[in-house]
T-cell receptor, first 113, second 114 residues
Framework: GDSVTQMEGPVTLSEEAFLTINCTYTATGYPSLFWYVQYPGEGLQLLLKATKADDKGSNKGFEATYRKETTSFHLEKGSVQVSDSAVYFCALSPNQAGTALIFGKGTTLSVSS | NAGVTQTPKFQVLKTGQSMTLQCAQDMNHNSMYWYRQDPGMGLRLIYYSASEGTTDKGEVPNGYNVSRLNKREFSLRLESAAPSQTSVYFC?????????????FGPGTRLTVL
C-alpha cells in the first residue's frame, strides 16, 4: 500500500542554519504531497503542498519540490529561526477521491539561539 | 470563522466508560476525518466521511463508531474505552475530498484511559 517515510529526529540546529528534512513516498499513480507542521500543544497546520510532478511548494521560507523520479518531497529552509521549532509531518493523498492523508511519523525540529 | 473545533480538549476515562468526541467545521466542507496521533506513529485514520450521510472505515476503526450528524458535525464515539485508546484525537475537514484538497485540522482532544 501507499506509504511515507521521513527522516527520524530529533533534528537540532542553531539559528540561521540550513534545514533539510528528507521525505520519500511509495504510491501507485500520482499522489498529492504535503508538509504539515505541529507546534507544541496545537493541531496540524498546512505548511506547503504540491499536486503534480516538478511542482514546488513554498511558504514562510520553506520549500519542497515534488520529484517523481526519486519519489521524494524533501523540506528545506535556508535559515531557520527559533520559532520554527516544531514537529514536521510529510503526507501524501492518493489520487483517488474520498481518501484521507497518509502520514509519515514526524520529525521533531529544535532550533536554539 | 472558527475553522474546525473539537470538544472536549482533555478527558480522562476509566476502562469501560463511554464518551463521544465532538467535531464541527464552519467552512462548508463536504469531507470530514478522524485521526489518532500516538508517539512515533504519525497520524492514523480512524474513520472518514466523504460527504453528508456517508462514513467509511480507515486504518484503525476497531473500538470506535462515528456519526455524520449533518454537514457541519462529525462525532466519534468510544463505546467501551480501553487503555490502548489513550491518544490525541484530531478531527479534520476538506472541501471536496479530492486528493488535491488541503485538510484543515482541529486543535485535538487529549484522551487518557486508565
Amino acid at each position: 500500500g501507499d506509504s511515507v517515510t521521513q527522516m527520524e529526529g530529533p533534528v537540532t540546529l542553531s539559528e540561521e542554519a540550513f534545514l533539510t528534512i528528507n521525505c520519500t513516498y511509495t504510491a501507485t499513480g500520482y499522489p498529492s504531497l504535503f508538509w504539515y507542521v505541529q507546534y507544541p500543544g496545537e493541531g496540524l497546520q498546512l505548511l506547503l503542498k504540491a499536486t503534480k510532478a516538478d511542482d514546488k511548494g513554498s511558504n514562510k521560507g520553506f520549500e519542497a519540490t515534488y520529484r517523481k523520479e526519486t519519489t521524494s518531497f524533501h523540506l528545506e529552509k535556508g535559515s531557520v529561526q527559533v520559532s520554527d521549532s516544531a514537529v514536521y509531518f510529510c503526507a501524501l493523498s492518493p489520487n483517488q477521491a474520498g481518501t484521507a492523508l497518509i502520514f509519515g511519523k514526524g520529525t521533531t525540529l529544535s532550533v536554539s539561539s | 470563522n472558527a475553522g474546525v473545533t473539537q470538544t472536549p480538549k482533555f478527558q480522562v476515562l476509566k476502562t469501560g466508560q463511554s464518551m463521544t468526541l465532538q467535531c464541527a467545521q464552519d467552512m462548508n466542507h463536504n469531507s470530514m476525518y478522524w485521526y489518532r496521533q500516538d508517539p512515533g506513529m504519525g497520524l492514523r485514520l480512524i474513520y472518514y466521511s466523504a460527504s453528508e450521510g456517508t462514513t467509511d472505515k480507515g486504518e484503525v476503526p476497531n473500538g470506535y463508531n462515528v456519526s455524520r450528524l449533518n454537514k457541519r458535525e462529525f462525532s466519534l464515539r468510544l463505546e467501551s474505552a480501553a487503555p490502548s485508546q489513550t491518544s490525541v484525537y484530531f478531527c479534520a475537514s476538506s472541501d471536496s475530498g479530492s486528493w488535491e484538497d488541503t485538510q484543515y485540522f482541529g486543535p485535538g482532544t487529549r484522551l487518557t484511559v486508565l
